[in-house]
């Protein structure tokens, strides 16, 4: 269960990023 956590945490964490990544994209 620990290590599910810490895997759905990364992938939240890498989808946010890719997501703001877009915004700051699409800004410019």
Do not use: D, P
């Amino acid at each position: 269960m620990r290590r599910q956590e810490q895997k759905t945490k990364k992938i939240i964490k890498a989808i946010i990023l890719q997501y703001l990544l877009h915004i700051f994209h699409v800004e410019r």
